[in-house]
T-cell receptor, first 112, second 113 residues
Framework: DQQVKQNSPSLSVQEGRISILNCDYT??????FLWYKKYPAEGPTFLIS?????DKNEDGRFTVFLNKSAKHLSLHIVPSQPGDSAVYFC???????????FGAGTRLTVKP | NAGVTQTPKFRVLKTGQSMTLLCAQD?????MYWYRQDPGMGLRLIHY???????AKGEVPDGYNVSRLKKQNFLLGLESAAPSQTSVYFC????????????FGPGTRLLVL
């Protein structure tokens, strides 16, 4: 069963606009959430994370929002740049359960 | 620092053949992980290790074995490869625990015919 879902396989935005990537989860035991970015032929690299005790975390152009009641998180990129074009994976862990689950990824294309 | 490296980068196997994928990290991390990535499935955890000499099963362990004889190395073995094991395999490491950033290797593309 897919406990972490990214329902949009792809997203295309114009340079300078906002990119919003969404992620839903089903396991209420998840208490830590991460976003990873992946370029072709490379391994994923960490982007930003959020603990379940927070509802927002910001790092430069990247902000992650967590809505625990809806079991939903989103990644906002403002402003979007062509170099942001990549596949973005949402991941969730339940620390005490020694487990990490990833979503299927969303391919973001930022057009100049 | 090389970070996390994986060997080989690409391999073609015939059904029934065996092989070992090597992962090495030079960051002195305690935790190491093996994932597979398949289209539409994201990354799925195969096995992981919380320290030298320890291993544990992840979400999809069947058909794979692992060993962590040295802290810096984590080996993934396929004893009898099957076409269903065609995938891209990623190794990762983290300093301690599941709430820390994982550092990934570049991946190994495996094709089983």
């Amino acid at each position: 069963d897919q406990q972490v879902k990214q329902n949009s396989p792809s997203l295309s935005v114009q340079e300078g606009r906002i990119s919003i990537l969404n992620c839903d989860y089903t396991n209420s035991m998840f208490d830590y959430f991460l976003w990873y970015k992946k370029y072709p032929a490379e391994g994923p690299t960490f982007l930003i994370s959020i603990s379940s005790i927070k509802d927002k975390n910001e790092d430069g152009r990247f902000t992650v929002f967590l809505n625990k009641s809806a079991k939903h998180l989103s990644l906002h990129i403002v402003p979007s740049q062509p170099g942001d074009s990549a596949v973005y994976f949402c991941a969730a862990s339940a620390g005490n359960n020694n487990d990490m689950r990833f979503g299927a990824g969303t391919r973001l294309t930022v057009k100049p | 620092n090389a970070g996390v490296t994986q060997t080989p980068k690409f391999r073609v196997l015939k059904t029934g053949q065996s092989m070992t994928l090597l992962c090495a990290q030079d960051m002195n991390h305690e935790y190491m992980y093996w994932y597979r990535q398949d289209p539409g499935m994201g990354l799925r955890l195969i096995h992981y290790s919380v320290g030298e000499g320890t291993t544990a099963k992840g979400e999809v362990p069947d058909g794979y074995n692992v060993s962590r004889l040295k802290k810096q190395n984590f080996l993934l073995g396929l004893e009898s490869a099957a076409p269903s094991q065609t995938s891209v395999y990623f190794c990762a490491s983290s300093p301690q625990g599941w709430t820390e950033t994982q550092y990934f290797g570049p991946g190994t593309r495996l094709l089983v015919l």
